[in-house]
């Protein structure tokens, strides 16, 4: 009887043990820290000042971590835009620390439970100072073009596959972000190519014949 109650008392022991959870809330799990901030994050509440933050023309938002230390910072807008940042993001100590915009000071970023939870401090000039505590997700899939996890719009994604990116496509098929190179009509009409108009206004791509109807006075008889 004596045996059987050190028995019953060892295994109630056992269960009242409590193991440290990593951060991706695995109770005794090896998950690393950087293991955890790396991926896409979506938003899933927001405080300012203690009282949800609300905001019509806002949607949703999403930080994206990257490894070369870069965190994308995504806003999603009710109109179809969407604002971008680029982070930089560092792990000291098993500390994730993150810097931001010059008034915005970061209070604390944690991970806990596969939630990413950013505290900061908003700084006016002209305005009263906001605590802004948010709440991210992790999303073990993409983000899509209007902060779903796993969604599927895709109208954001340029011509380079690059999400949220700058580059088009122009009329010659050349996929860029410079607007300054997209390739123009000529006098035909085609895009891209190398007819011009000489000084008696005949359009082709031909130098030897520039001004052909043009008389030995500069005067152009026909066009």
């Known amino acids: 009887m004596i045996r059987r109650l050190t028995i019953l008392l060892l295994i109630v022991g056992c269960e009242g043990i409590l193991v440290e959870p990593d951060c991706a809330g695995v109770a005794g799990g090896t998950t690393t820290l950087e293991e955890c901030v790396l991926g896409n994050w979506v938003l899933e509440s927001q405080t300012a000042n203690g009282e949800p933050f609300t905001n019509d023309s806002f949607l949703s938002g999403a930080f994206i971590f990257k490894e070369n230390n870069v965190a994308m910072a995504y806003t999603f807008t009710s109109e179809g835009n969407i604002h971008s940042n680029e982070h930089m993001w560092a792990i000291t100590d098993n500390e994730l620390s993150l810097s931001l915009a010059a008034n915005v000071i970061v209070e604390s970023a944690t991970i806990i439970n596969n939630k990413f939870i950013l505290n900061v401090l908003m700084t006016h000039p002209e305005n009263e100072d906001m605590h802004l505590s948010t709440t991210y997700s992790k999303c073990a899939n993409d983000v ?13 994604i340029d011509c380079l596959e690059v999400f949220a990116g700058d580059a088009v496509l122009d009329n010659c098929g050349v996929c860029d972000d410079q607007a300054w190179n997209d390739c123009v009509q000529d006098c035909s009409g085609d895009w891209g190519g190398d007819a011009y108009l000489d000084d008696c206004g005949i359009c082709n791509d031909d130098p030897s014949d520039d001004n052909a109807a043009m008389d030995c006075g500069g005067i152009c008889f026909c066009n």
């Open 144 to 156: 899509d073009c209007v902060g779903t996890c796993g969604g599927t719009d895709t109208s954001c």
